[in-house]
T-cell receptor
Framework: DQQVKQNSPSLSVQEGRISILNCDYTNSMFDYFLWYKKYPAEGPTFLISISSIKDKNEDGRFTVFLNKSAKHLSLHIVPSQPGDSAVYFCAASGDGGSNYKLTFGKGTLLTVNP | NAGVMQNPRHLVRRRGQEARLRCSPMKGHSHVYWYRQLPEEGLKFMVYLQKENIIDESGMPKERFSAEFPKEGPSILRIQQVVRGDSAAYFC??????????????FGEGSRLTVL
């Protein structure tokens, strides 16, 4: 039973345009949501997070939006750059108070074309 | 390199052999976590350790898998009598003693186990 779903395995955008990566979850006990970025043959690196009490968090070119009623979050990257090409994982924590136990989606491969 | 260090990066084993994966946390971090990524899947939590203590092993398979984090030296994930289904990328992560509310973990580059 997948509690965190990323329904788009891949996304391709043009440099300078907006990239929107989507994520849905089913467990209402999650209270933090995180996005990790992963290059091939490397470990995931933390990008941005959002608490369940907020609906938006912004950090430079990256903005995460949370819609709790729809159990949906999205990551916006604007403007997109070729160096953003990577796999993006959505993750959630907080179920049962164990904020170290991240539940990951399967990832979305973002390709930014020059 | 002050990051999470994992070795070996690649490990090939035949069915029935043992695999040992090592992880040294970031400097100043005393908590270690192991995650596994099967092909075409997201990362899945396996175990959470502090020095000389297993805090949460709820994600560990019941048999053949064990983990330790001794007082001295790296954390070790041990898989006995490996089977083809154990082929995966095993990621170690670490955090400082006070994990932030967000649960942000710092991941190593992973150890890729291939079972022939």
């Amino acid at each position: 039973d997948q509690q965190v779903k990323q329904n788009s395995p891949s996304l391709s955008v043009q440099e300078g345009r907006i990239s929107i990566l989507n994520c849905d979850y089913t467990n209402s006990m999650f209270d933090y949501f995180l996005w990790y970025k992963k290059y091939p043959a490397e470990g995931p690196t933390f990008l941005i997070s959002i608490s369940s009490i907020k609906d938006k968090n912004e950090d430079g070119r990256f903005t995460v939006f949370l819609n709790k009623s729809a159990k949906h979050l999205s990551l916006h990257i604007v403007p997109s750059q070729p160096g953003d090409s990577a796999v993006y994982f959505c993750a959630a924590s907080g179920d049962g108070g164990s904020n170290y136990k991240l539940t990951f989606g399967k990832g979305t491969l973002l390709t930014v074309n020059p | 390199n002050a990051g999470v260090m994992q070795n070996p990066r690649h490990l090939v084993r035949r069915r029935g052999q043992e695999a040992r994966l090592r992880c040294s946390p970031m400097k100043g971090h005393s908590h270690v976590y192991w995650y596994r990524q099967l092909p075409e899947e997201g990362l899945k939590f396996m175990v959470y350790l502090q020095k000389e203590n297993i805090i949460d092993e709820s994600g560990m398979p019941k048999e053949r898998f064990s983990a330790e984090f001794p007082k001295e030296g790296p954390s070790i994930l041990r898989i006995q009598q490996v089977v083809r289904g154990d082929s995966a990328a095993y990621f170690c992560a670490s955090s400082p003693p006070s994990l932030s509310n967000t649960g942000e973990l710092f991941f190593g580059e992973g150890s890729r186990l291939t079972v022939l």
